[in-house]
């Protein structure tokens, strides 16, 4: 059996203060397979960019991974030095951001940009890079892709530039892709063309994608499965199919309730009373236990299991939901 | 009888010319950006009216228009009967509030929230003796929290004090711009259940701004869709959702992400929409519309009444229903 191209390990983030160590990711476990998308959804704050960011070793200080493993392909890559990570970044994990002009930059020509970085990470010479680079943009949907190359950034529309960025993180041939809100600034119509080209682009090459996102409607659009993330801990982790119809997780419950779109013809949405607390308040117990319906005693002294120790468990929860078959 | 809101061929243009310097040396000509064209649609009291449309549409233009805060270039709005922007007393008899997008934005970091919601009725010199503390209330806050400043609050809590200083004004007329896109969906479900509340309670009139097409399915009684500062089709969310009958508005429908949509099959939206300074001729959406005919790109398609819909587009009759999602 292969195994999985990312796996994640009890990890933990840390960003020591004055006022205490806060945990903004505290002990997630996931794994990627190849020509997998994971998407990891949760409100604003939930820790889903740190848990990306600190897979590529781009925490900026003093945010640390304080414990846990990265494996990547079946190497351990958490303990690595910041140039060899900065090497792994690129040729073997691509990445896109939200801001499409975060990857690109304003001042060189995009053809310059996508061969420095293929032949930054792959050995080739300057014409076969060059056509490399044509036939990046074409697979991503760029007209007149050679006349292109030529082209600033801020020539290009937003969607467009997004699609250079997605260029420029497949090129070198990565096996993950860690994609945070790469459509959240984008309407709906380029959303979804940038979703099918994402899918497309990673099961023909069968690369694992982690697909971090505030949006379910998108990770049920384009994901395999999904982890529901909840002040810096995983709820529940899932196929999208399951999590969406079935949650067990009360906080995931609570989530699909929100949604307008699975409430159609009701007068009111169902709301989680309360809100998500900031990394430093997190209640002892469950997180979750304030805001739960199901809460009891035990949810407010002892946290229940993480997930990942029971590879059969699909919600960190004392009392699960239950879902008639 | 008329309704209480009626825009009658609203338009709005802005000058988007360089500098008159840079005109004469680079012999630039002056360039005019119509923002919204000819947009008529009636809103009665108590109703809920969403406009959705993609960015750059012209849904704040029209929401500024409506609030008085903007004047047209073309057209009026009528409110209870008097022209807003021709009757210099309309304003006040019609009692017209907005809510904006970022409530961070929009509430004075400096003053505490007992100012804030006060500030409205300290303006038309109103008695305002406990009633930021009951308003509060109102939108499910604590009296305490008049005493607070702005930065305390959640997001969430933030677009509730918002709401209520919008209400300090006893509005009959509430433009609600974008309110809960800058919202988590579980914090959305609050806002929205709260507007909706308040609509029964006493007796509101909505315009609702969104380009989410879910939200603006749970809460309208009539949708119109704008595209390039034009409204292509207009009617209830009903219609509008089992039937759409614009080319537009079919391809909004299925670009939306749909969170049970996962083994559908779209077609993919064509292109982006295009530069609002020069817009195709003839119907704007021609170039991106799969069943555009030559008359299409040589004349404009009116709004007109097709089986109680209204729709711009010259193949309203023959365009059916779109394959079932
Ligand atoms: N430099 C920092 N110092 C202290 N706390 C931080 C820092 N950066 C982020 N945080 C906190 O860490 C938590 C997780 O942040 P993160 O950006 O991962 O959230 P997110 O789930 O990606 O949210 P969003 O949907 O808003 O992007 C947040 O509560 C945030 O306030
Ligand atoms: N003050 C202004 N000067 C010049 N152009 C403007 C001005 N205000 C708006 N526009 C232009 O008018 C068009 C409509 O803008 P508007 O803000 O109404 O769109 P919108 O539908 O609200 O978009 P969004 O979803 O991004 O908020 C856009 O092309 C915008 O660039
Ligand atoms: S552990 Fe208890 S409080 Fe936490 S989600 Fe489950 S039932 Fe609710
Ligand atoms: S008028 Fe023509 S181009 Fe415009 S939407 Fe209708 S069919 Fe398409
Ligand atoms: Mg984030
Ligand atoms: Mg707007």
């Avoid at chain 1, 059996?1 to 390990?9: A, E, F, Q």
């Avoid at chain 2, 309309?90 to 007992?114: C, E, G, H």
Wanted: glycine share 8%; net charge neutral; proline share 8%.
């Amino acid at each position: 059996m292969t195994p999985p191209v990312l796996s994640v390990r009890n990890l933990v983030v840390a960003i020591p203060s004055r006022a205490g160590v806060s945990r903004p990711v505290n002990n997630i476990s996931y794994d990627i397979a190849q020509g997998e998308i994971l998407g990891v959804v949760g409100e604003s704050g939930a820790g889903k960019s740190m848990a990306g960011n600190a897979v590529i070793g781009l925490l900026d200080r003093p945010a640390h991974i304080a414990s846990g493993e990265v494996w990547l392909n079946g190497r351990r890559i958490d303990n690595l030095g910041p140039e060899e990570l900065r090497r792994i970044r690129g040729r073997q994990i691509g990445m896109v951001f939200q801001d499409p002009l975060t990857s690109l930059n304003p001042l060189l020509r995009i053809g310059d940009q996508l061969t420095e970085t293929i032949r930054e990470h792959l050995p080739m010479t300057a014409a076969q890079a060059r056509d490399r680079a044509v036939a990046a943009l074409e697979e991503v949907g760029i007209p007149a892709a050679a006349e292109r190359l030529n082209s600033y950034p801020h020539e290009f529309s937003g969607g467009m530039r997004q699609r250079v960025v997605i260029a420029l993180a497949l090129c070198a041939e990565p096996s993950l892709v860690i994609a945070d809100e790469p459509t959240t600034a984008l309407d709906v119509s380029v959303q979804a063309q940038i979703i099918a080209l994402l899918k497309r682009l990673c099961r023909d090459r069968g690369t694992a994608v982690m697909l971090v996102t505030h949006d379910m409607g998108v990770i049920a659009e384009a994901a395999d499965r999904v982890a529901v993330m909840y002040a810096g801990r995983l709820a529940e982790l899932g196929p999208v199919r399951s999590v969406i119809n079935t949650p067990r997780h009360p906080y995931a419950d609570g989530l699909m309730g929100a949604m307008p779109s699975l409430a159609v013809g009701q007068r009111r949405l169902r709301q989680i009373p309360g809100a998500m607390p900031r990394p430093m308040n997190i209640p002892s117990g469950c997180a979750f236990s304030p805001r739960c319906p199901r809460a009891a005693d035990k949810c407010r002294i002892d946290p229940p299991p993480t997930l990942g120790d029971d590879p059969k468990g699909r919600a960190a929860c004392w009392f699960p939901m239950e879902h008639p078959a | 009888m008329t309704a209480f809101v009626e825009v009658t061929r609203l338009g709005r243009s802005f000058d988007v010319s360089k500098p008159w310097l840079n005109r004469v040396i680079e012999r630039l000509p002056r360039r005019r950006l119509v923002a919204v064209s000819d947009v008529s649609f009636q809103i009665e009291e108590g109703a809920v009216y969403a406009l959705v449309g993609e960015s750059g549409s012209g849904k704040s233009t029209i929401g500024r228009m409506l609030a008085g805060l903007m004047t047209p270039s073309e057209g009026a709005v009528r409110v209870a009967g008097s022209d807003l922007h021709a009757d210099s007393g309309a304003r006040k008899t019609a009692r017209i509030q907005m809510i904006f997008q970022d409530p961070y934005a929009s509430l004075n970091p400096r003053w505490r929230v007992r100012r804030i919601i006060c500030e409205p009725m300290v303006v038309t010199g109103g008695e305002t003796e406990g009633l930021a503390e009951r308003l509060l209330e109102q939108v499910g806050l604590s009296a305490e929290d008049a005493d607070k400043f702005p930065h305390e609050f959640s997001g969430g809590q933030r677009q509730r004090i918002c709401i209520a200083r919008a209400l300090a004004a006893n509005p009959r007329l509430i433009i609600c711009d974008e309110p809960t896109s800058a919202l988590d969906v579980s914090v959305q479900a609050q806002v929205l259940n709260l507007m909706s509340d308040l609509r029964d309670e006493l007796g509101l009139t909505y315009m609702f701004i969104s380009h989410d097409l879910t939200v603006v399915r749970h809460m309208a009684d009539r949708i119109g869709v704008l595209y390039l500062g034009r409204l292509m089709e207009e009617a209830t969310p009903a219609q509008l959702f089992t039937r759409p009958r614009h080319p537009y508005t079919q391809m909004l429908l299925a670009a939306a992400p749909l969170i049970d949509g996962r083994t559908r099959d779209i077609d993919l939206p064509r292109g982006e929409v295009p530069d609002p300074i020069s817009p195709p001729p003839g119907c704007a959406f021609n170039p991106r519309c799969p069943f555009a005919v030559e008359l299409c790109r040589k004349q404009r398609p009116e709004l007109r009444d097709v089986d109680g819909v209204r729709v711009a587009c010259h193949l309203a009759e023959q365009i059916g229903t779109p394959p079932a999602p």
